[in-house]
């Protein structure tokens, strides 16, 4: 099954549809590690863009402003269950809001379904998967946002090298999502923070740049999973899991450099650092082979806490898109987003932070640059628009005046990353232009022996017989 990010934007779609087709959708895998490279991902584009619905491509003429909940973290702990409850919440709320009713879901009755999951030792999930559709929800600002899914391998696997494999997936993961769920179990560890260290340094380049004035990163929130509080220790949910958070970070930073680089500047990369507990699910969903997704056979008390952390989530006021640059990205755009940062997780093994940081600066500099042309084509179109032939002359005036204003309009974008990055980009958009005018010139000769042919059959000469 293809991911059908155009379904939810037909004339004839209806919300309803979505609530009563669900048990028809599938998760989608977008990135697949290389089996010669099993810690380097490739990028299956085609996941996206293969026609499935009424001959449409997936991702074009899509401007809803995309939300992305990704969960990442050690293998075999949940996190394909966890995502299952945020899908019956998501799909619950849509349905309330559509028939203006109270919200009821995770239901005593009812049965968690979607992302494949099931215990045991061995991996269940390879490479990165995002839910067959967006779950369109009415926001807290009363925008409809297109609301993704997107499930990750676990790191720490025995199949791969741990602490290659878990900076790309976590790295990779993070820079795609505006909500990055941080799967741990127990308690945190050194490992854990320490698989954060691409991101931190990442985060602390970008800020390093005058024109950030916001934190780079969305939103990070710790789940721990299973967690057994001491009688004077932390309660679940989140305002002890705040407190846990920072009480580990505290003790952490003082056992190496790079975790206490990551303690002082963690606040800084990430506009929202949040933490969550959770209690054991309760044996009969953790351990027993036949568990299926019943709700009834959660422990009460782990229903309660992940209800709680994933309406704190996932409400309609806690919605925030994908931010890119400073801007929202639309789901005409993620597709760039994907690309390019999957470009960049290719080139090497472990990236490398400033590598990240090229990346933002290349999707800067691409929607600068389409901007950029887009102008010099509505310009141009407004001069060639008259009917007889423009002298040369005029044409390369109109072709230098509109220019000038394609490059303002580059120039106006934030200089961000290195100067070759921008360097490439700007030299691309002067070959597009001239590119451009030679279409220009070519349709204006056009018009020169369509203007003659009108003439001579004005005058009674045929065209092809010349009398």
């Known amino acids: 099954m293809s991911f059908d990010l155009t379904a939810p934007f037909q004339a004839e779609f209806r919300t309803r549809d979505q609530i009563e087709h669900r048990h028809k959708v599938h998760p989608v895998q977008i990135f697949a590690p290389l089996s010669s490279q099993p810690n380097r991902y490739k990028f299956l584009e085609n996941s996206l863009t293969s026609t499935e619905i009424n001959g ?14 990704s969960i990442a973290g050690a293998f075999r702990k949940g996190k394909s269950f966890l995502l299952n409850v945020f899908l019956d919440y998501l799909y619950s709320l849509q349905k309330s809001q559509q028939n203006n009713k109270s919200l009821e879901w995770l239901l005593d009755d009812s049965q968690l379904q979607g992302f494949h999951w099931k215990p045991g030792v061995k991996r269940d999930t390879t490479g990165i998967w995002i839910w067959g559709e967006p779950i369109m929800i009415e926001a807290g600002d009363g925008e409809t946002y297109a609301v993704v899914l997107m499930d990750t391998q676990g790191t720490t696997d025995s199949l791969t090298s741990p602490y290659q494999m878990s900076n790309t997936v976590l790295a990779l993961s993070t820079l795609l999502s505006s909500v990055q769920i941080y799967n741990i179990f127990e308690a945190i560890h050194e490992d854990s923070l320490a698989n954060l260290s691409l991101l931190i340094e990442y985060g602390r380049l970008i800020m390093n740049e005058p024109i950030y004035s916001k934190p780079p990163l969305q939103t990070i929130a710790f789940v721990v999973r299973d967690f057994k509080p001491l009688s004077d220790e932390c309660s679940y949910g989140y305002e002890g899991g705040m407190d846990y958070l920072k009480g580990a970070l505290e003790t952490l930073s003082h056992q190496s450099n790079r975790l206490k680089i990551i303690e002082e500047n963690i606040w800084n990369c990430f506009e929202q650092t949040l933490c969550f507990l959770l209690p054991h699910p309760g044996h009969r969903v953790a351990d027993r082979e036949s568990f299926r997704g019943y709700v009834k056979e959660m ?13 704190h989530l996932l409400n309609p006021r806690a919605l925030k898109p994908k931010i890119v640059n400073g801007k929202m990205v639309t789901c005409k755009k993620i597709m760039d987003v994907f690309r390019e940062f999957a470009k960049t997780l290719d080139s090497c093994i472990i990236p490398d932070p400033q590598l990240i940081v090229d990346t933002n600066a290349q999707l800067n500099f691409m929607e600068a640059s389409s901007e950029a042309r887009n102008a010099y084509i509505k310009g141009m179109d407004r001069v060639c628009a008259e009917s007889g032939m423009l002298p040369e002359k005029r044409l390369h005036e109109a072709h230098i005046k509109y220019g000038i204003i394609a490059l303002n309009i580059f120039e106006k974008y934030p200089k961000t990353g290195s100067n070759e990055v921008r360097s490439r980009n700007l030299s691309m958009l002067q070959q597009d232009l001239n590119s451009e005018l030679e279409k220009y010139k070519r349709l204006n000769k056009e018009k020169r022996v369509t203007s003659c042919a009108s003439g001579m059959i004005a005058c009674g000469d045929s065209v092809l017989l010349g009398r």
């Not at 422990?299 to 309406?311: A, C, H, I």
């Open 56 to 69: 449409t491509l997936p991702l074009l003429n899509t401007n809803f402003d995309i939300v992305i909940i």
């Open 299 to 311: 422990k009460p008390l782990f229903k309660e806490e992940v209800k709680k952390m994933t309406t």
